[in-house]
């Protein structure tokens, strides 16, 4: 039962275009979404979050887009560089709920920007 | 200003033996989760503690499997008679108390389980 999913395991831009990653949910009790960046053998690194009470949340060069309607979230990077090469993952939380910490995750992305 | 500390990074295990995973959360943090990463997959939750409290434990195997956040020290993830698929990323993660900020959890670097 994958409650978040991320539907593209990779994703390949070019240095300074837009990289756009997609996030799906089921549940409808999830009101609070992050982004987190992985590193080969370092743990997970939160990069942005949104409220479900917003639908938009922009930090620096990351811009996250919530459509609750449609349960799907988006990960907006401009521009890419390289360094942004990473797997990306999705993560949701019933904020509201008992355990206002637990995250669930997608099963990520891979992001590779090439120069 | 350290961040989410775990240890060991690495552990080698043989079938049958113990494992201990320690975790030591950011200061200031009262919230504590285990979250496992199997090859090829996502981060799947595993428990959550407070100081000598399990709020939810619902991703925790059945046997084998038991955490602690005792009043003083480091959280324990302990994996007693281990076997191979328990070959695994193991993340803590910490986030402070819900009236401090939203749900944002901050991750260890992950003790790396290798079972023989």
């Known amino acids: 039962d994958q409650q978040v999913k991320q539907n593209s395991p990779s994703l390949s831009v070019q240095e300074g275009r837009i990289s756009i990653l997609n996030c799906d949910y089921t549940?409808?009790?999830?009101?609070?979404f992050l982004w987190y960046k992985k590193y080969p053998a370092e743990g997970p690194t939160f990069l942005i979050s949104i409220s479900s009470i917003k639908d938009k949340n922009e930090d620096g060069r990351f811009t996250v887009f919530l459509n609750k309607s449609a349960k799907h979230l988006s990960l907006h990077i401009v521009p890419s560089q390289p360094g942004d090469s990473a797997v990306y993952f999705c993560?949701?939380?019933?904020?509201?709920?008992?355990?206002?910490?637990?995250?669930?995750f997608g099963q990520g992305t891979i992001l590779t920007v090439h120069p | 200003n350290a961040g989410v500390m775990q240890n060991p990074r690495h552990l080698v295990r043989r079938r049958g033996q113990e494992a201990r995973l320690r975790c030591s959360p950011m200061k200031g943090h009262s919230h504590v989760y285990w979250y496992r990463q199997l090859p090829e997959e996502g981060l799947k939750f595993m428990v959550y503690l407070q100081k000598e409290n399990i709020i939810d434990e619902s991703g925790m195997p059945k046997e084998r499997f038991s955490a602690e956040f005792p009043k003083e020290g480091p959280s324990i993830l302990r994996i007693q008679q281990v076997v191979r698929g328990d070959s695994a990323a193991y993340f803590c993660a910490s986030s402070p108390q819900k009236d401090r900020g939203g749900p944002e959890a901050f991750f260890g670097q992950g003790t790396r389980l290798t079972v023989v």
């Open positions: 993560a949701a939380s019933d904020a509201g709920g008992t355990s206002y910490g637990k995250l669930t």
């Open positions: 549940n409808s009790m999830f009101d609070y």
